[in-house]
């Protein structure tokens, strides 16, 4: 696959994950911006996914099998949107400590996804 596209991912669901973190640690809910912040970081998991059905269409083969790599694609593009949501239903610090859980699993869903496709 693409390992520029997977880095970036995976540091920009970090950066979220800080972000997000330090504003559940302030006490604060999910505000606006962090909302841009999450995204972006879900456009840049669309990409990956569009990316990742592409190489596979032009006959690249994962390692541990096309079935599995495009369920973790689809799990990665909408881990933060999840976490989005929930958020909105809790507004308050655990909002944005759930965003920056969901940041965070999205950036192992990345590492993962690395490995699936034979990295």
């Not at 604060?28 to 999450?38: A, C, E, S």
């Not at 799990?75 to 610090?93: H, M």
């Not at 940041?103 to 496709?117: K, M, N, Q, S």
């Amino acid at each position: 696959m693409l390992d520029a596209l997977t880095i970036t991912v995976s540091v920009a669901a970090l950066a979220l994950a800080a972000w997000c973190g330090l504003a559940a640690l302030r006490d604060q809910p999910t505000k606006d911006w962090h909302f841009i912040g999450m995204a972006v970081v879900t456009v840049l998991a669309l990409a990956q996914l569009v990316v990742g059905v592409v190489k596979l269409a032009d006959g690249g083969e994962p390692h541990e099998g096309a079935t599995t790599f495009v369920v973790y694609l689809i799990g990665a593009l909408f881990t933060v949107p999840a976490a989005a949501f929930l958020s909105l239903v809790e507004r308050s610090r655990w909002g944005s400590a759930t965003v920056a859980a969901g940041a965070v699993v999205l950036a192992v869903l990345e590492v993962r996804l690395y490995d699936i496709w034979g990295g």
